[in-house]
C-alpha cells in the first residue's frame, strides 16, 4: 500500500468549510484515495472515493491533484457531528480487499 | 439496509473465559472482516473471509478463532485472551470479495464493534 501522510489534529469552526489534505506521493496509477472517518466509539464510516477525477457526495468533496500525489477532502458546511478521525486510505492495487488504515486527523469541530 | 450489527456491544472477560463475538449483515455482501482497535490506534485488519472461507489472516494468535458460518453471519471465538487483548473489535462488510489479481473497490461497511476488555 501507498504511504499516506495526514495532519494529526486540525480545528474547524462551525459552518465553515473544513478542508483535510493527504498526501499520497507514492501512489500508484490503479490505486483509489479513500476517505473514511471515525466518530468516537463507533465504526468507521465510508465517506467518498475517487481515482483521479474530483468527486462529490451527499458528505463531502474530494479533490485529488492531477499529479495524484495529494489530495484534500472538503466538508462544505462543517457542523459538531462531524468531529471525528478522518482517515485517508490509498487502496492496494491487487490482491487483498482490505483497508490500511493510516493515524489519521483528528478534526474537531468548534461552535 | 446498509446496517452491520454487532453483539454484544461490551464484553468483559477473564483470561480463562470462552466467549464469541457475533456479527450480522443483510446486504448480501460476499466478504466479511474483523478488525481490531486498540485506544487511540487505527483500525487492524485480522481476518478476512470471502465467500464464507477464510482468506487473510494476519498472523492472529489462535486464542482469536474465526467461524463464517453462513453468508450473513461471521463470529470471534475467544478463548485464553490476555489482558492486552482489550480493545475495539470491529466487523465489516463489502459487496465483491478480492479475486487474485483484482483488487475490489466496493466500499467497505463497518459495524460499531464490541469494546472488549480482559481482566
Known amino acids: 500500500d501507498a504511504k499516506t501522510t495526514q495532519p494529526p489534529s486540525m480545528d474547524c469552526a462551525e459552518g465553515r468549510a473544513a478542508n483535510l489534505p493527504c498526501n499520497h506521493s507514492?501512489?500508484?496509477?490503479?490505486?483509489?484515495v479513500y476517505w473514511y472517518r471515525q466518530i468516537h466509539s463507533q465504526g468507521p464510516q465510508y465517506i467518498i472515493h475517487?481515482?483521479?477525477n474530483n468527486e462529490t457526495n451527499e458528505m463531502a468533496s474530494l479533490i485529488i491533484t492531477e499529479d495524484r500525489k495529494s489530495s484534500t477532502l472538503i466538508l462544505p458546511h462543517a457542523t459538531l457531528r462531524d468531529t471525528a478521525v478522518y482517515y485517508c486510505i490509498v487502496r492496494e492495487q491487487t490482491g487483498a480487499n482490505n483497508l490500511f488504515f493510516g493515524t489519521g486527523t483528528r478534526l474537531t469541530v468548534i461552535p | 439496509d446498509t446496517e452491520v450489527t454487532q453483539t454484544p456491544k461490551h464484553l468483559v472477560m477473564g483470561m480463562t473465559n470462552k466467549k464469541s463475538l457475533k456479527c450480522e449483515q443483510h446486504?448480501?455482501?460476499?466478504?466479511m472482516y474483523w478488525y481490531k482497535q486498540k485506544a487511540k490506534k487505527p483500525p487492524e485488519l485480522m481476518f478476512v473471509y470471502s465467500y464464507e472461507k477464510l482468506s487473510i489472516n494476519e498472523s492472529v494468535p489462535s486464542r482469536f478463532s474465526p467461524e463464517c458460518p453462513n453468508s450473513s453471519l461471521l463470529n470471534l471465538h475467544l478463548h485464553a485472551l490476555q489482558p492486552e487483548d482489550s480493545a475495539l473489535y470491529l466487523c465489516?462488510?463489502?459487496?465483491?470479495?478480492?479475486?487474485?489479481?483484482?483488487?475490489?473497490?466496493?466500499?467497505?461497511?463497518f459495524g460499531p464493534g464490541t469494546r472488549l476488555t480482559v481482566l
Open positions: 475517487g481515482l483521479k
Open positions: 507514492t501512489i500508484s496509477g490503479n490505486e483509489y
Open positions: 465489516a462488510s463489502s459487496q465483491d470479495p478480492p479475486y487474485r489479481g483484482f483488487s475490489s473497490t466496493d466500499t467497505q461497511y
Open positions: 446486504m448480501g455482501h460476499r466478504a
